[in-house]
């Protein structure tokens, strides 16, 4: 359920923030090396602009993630608070690891692998996400793969083993 084409009515009803299954999210992630996360990133920003009517680019602070991911983190926490969802995440923390993770794609062989973990904050935070779109959009979560999700899973399957069995 990536297609969120609706009128100005409709999207009263959708979730605050981008309804997706955890799993979905780590399998994305992996197989299409951290851009499926790029999309995330996005369509979060784009259900706050919609849903809270914020005067935001969502393609701007997702292009500028890095400045902005504590910003989202942060909403999504205190978004959660009010509405009663226990979370268990620091924003600044979850902060400083995704950065860290982003960064660790420079680092030499082989703890550059470790830049692929990024999604373990992501993870954390959709947790939380869909705790909050579970209280009432249940058939929301997104757990399915459409073909587009296929065929990167496809395409970074068959990079993944270039990468892994290759000799260098």
């Known amino acids: ?35 499926y996360e790029i999309y995330w990133f996005y369509r979060n920003w784009k259900f706050l602009k ?15 993630l890095i400045i902005f991911c504590y910003d989202l983190f942060n909403k999504i926490r205190s978004h959660a608070i009010t509405k009663g969802i226990k979370t268990n995440f620091s924003p600044g923390g979850l902060t400083i690891i995704y950065i860290i993770l982003t960064l660790s794609y420079q680092f030499p062989d ?17 947790s939380t996400i869909n705790k909050l779109n579970k209280t009432q959009f249940e058939s ?19 990079l993944w083993i270039v990468i892994l069995f290759m000799p260098s």
């Open 50 to 64: 919609e849903k809270k009517g914020l005067n935001i680019s969502p393609l701007a602070r997702t292009f500028f």
């Open 140 to 158: 929301f979560i997104d757990n399915s793969y459409n073909p587009l999700n296929i065929l990167g899973i496809i395409v970074g399957g068959m």
């Open 110 to 126: 082989p703890v550059w692998i470790i830049g692929f973990l990024t999604f373990i904050p992501l993870v954390i935070v959709q």
């Open 1 to 35: 359920m990536d297609n969120y084409n609706l009128s100005q009515n409709e999207h009263i009803n959708l979730p605050v923030f981008f309804p997706v299954s955890t799993t979905k999210l780590i399998v994305m992630s992996i197989f299409t090396f951290g851009l």
